[in-house]
């Protein structure tokens, strides 16, 4: 009887504790797993306003197109944001790198691939020109980016003379409007699409398997075992059933591609690259930074540098998609941006931030604007609602640090 007790008291402990390490793994976790199921939320809550229509293949395509640039935008931004500074200066870049890809490839008739270098040179070199004043006279990144908001605006309209230029070549044109190719000849279904999307499913469960083996070995992993075998299910089948959707239409758009190798690309540098750490030592704290040996001005302005090309490539893929440059073009991306990155959890005080919420928040972004739009409600109020979405997100991580 005595060993049924202990027996009893022992197991009631093994539950206690468990009950309190799952409670204390999603509060510390909260930020993350709260946007990505806010998404889901935000999705299906217009999955069923539009009656269907936001999850149609044709729909899924636009969503990803009209969306594309401000993920890779945000992941740019995420890095200044996350290094303690601001730029308001994106949305003028990409109108202004429109316009020059427009008088080199219209006008001048450069090959689209050299004039693609030349304006993803012209990015850096205007990150650098902006991160210069920042890192090297600390002028604050609010004052320098708002003036380059104004000289590339203005520098936009001199380059076109007020007027759009187009049309781009056809083959610069499929940078954002073309589709991975399907050498198996699928009209229903685009099986080389298809079979990307499985390919990358595998690839994600593997990484992410061998990644918890490593950690188990080192006594490391902080993560509930059902938790981890559930998310990476659930994150499989949505890429598998995304793939799926897109395989139906017309397939999966290059520019996808390209957003999927910068997300991995990004969230590699971010978590085991020494220059990935340095950006969050400098954001966490600059001075602790400075004192351990961290080049910290040379940190904040690799990290314009970088917004600065990511920029740029926004505006090709921009100006590719509308087919032609206009002098209105990247007018308010700057806000889509930013709202974008701290919805995904990024901390308005620097040093807190991931890649990945940074897409979940351009995309909470892109769904509200294309679920209100398809149901039919106004710009105006349209611009109230994401106004206050990023005023409850920026709350949000103020509360909690304050708690």
Not at 274 to 279: H, Q, T
Request: glycine letters at 10%; hydrophobic letters at 55%.
């Amino acid at each position: 009887m005595t060993n049924k007790l202990a027996a009893a008291e022992t197991a009631d402990k093994s539950a206690g504790q468990t009950g309190k390490h799952y409670a204390g793994f999603i509060k510390s976790n909260i930020r993350e797993y709260g946007m990505l199921l806010s998404l889901i939320a935000i999705m299906a809550f217009f999955q069923v306003m539009t009656d269907g229509t936001l999850m149609k293949p044709l729909n899924l395509t636009n969503l990803l197109l009209q969306n594309s640039y401000i993920a890779i935008m945000a992941l740019g931004m995420l890095m200044v944001i996350v290094a303690g500074h601001i730029d308001l200066s994106v949305g003028s870049v990409v109108g202004f790198i429109g316009a020059l890809a427009a008088v080199l490839m219209v006008n001048f008739h450069v090959h689209f691939l050299i004039a693609t270098v030349i304006c993803l040179a012209a990015g850096a070199v205007i990150g650098a020109a902006q991160g210069y004043w920042v890192a090297f006279f600390r002028m604050p990144s609010f004052i320098v980016t708002l003036a380059g908001m104004l000289v590339f605006k203005g520098m936009t309209l001199a380059l076109l003379q007020g007027q759009s230029v187009g049309p781009f070549p056809e083959s610069f044109q499929k940078l954002s409007s073309g589709f991975i190719p399907d050498p198996f000849g699928g009209v229903d279904l685009r099986l080389t699409s298809l079979a990307v999307g499985i390919v990358v499913a595998c690839a994600l469960l593997f990484v992410k398997i061998r990644a918890r083996v490593n950690q188990s070995r080192h006594g490391m992993e902080d993560e509930p075992y059902p938790f981890f075998i559930f998310k990476n299910l659930v994150f499989a089948a949505v890429i598998v059933y995304f793939s799926y959707l897109l395989a139906t239409y017309k397939g999966m758009p290059n520019v996808l591609i390209i957003m999927f190798v910068l997300m991995v690309a990004y969230t590699f540098v971010t978590n085991r690259t020494v220059l990935g750490r340095r950006v969050y030592a400098v954001g966490g704290n600059e001075k602790a930074a400075r004192l351990s040996g961290i080049k910290t001005e040379r940190v904040s302005f690799y990290t314009f540098v970088n917004m600065g090309m990511l920029a740029a490539l926004a505006g090709l893929i921009f100006a590719a998609r509308l087919n032609t440059a206009t002098p209105k073009a990247g007018t308010g991306f700057e806000l889509d941006v930013i709202a974008a990155c701290f919805i995904g959890g990024a901390s308005a005080s620097g040093g807190v931030g991931k890649v990945m919420g940074a897409v979940i928040g351009a995309f909470v972004m892109g769904v509200m604007n294309n679920g209100m739009s398809i149901m039919g409600i106004g710009i105006d109020y349209q611009q109230v609602i994401k106004g206050l979405v990023l005023l409850a997100a920026v709350f949000v991580d103020v509360y909690n640090k304050n708690k």
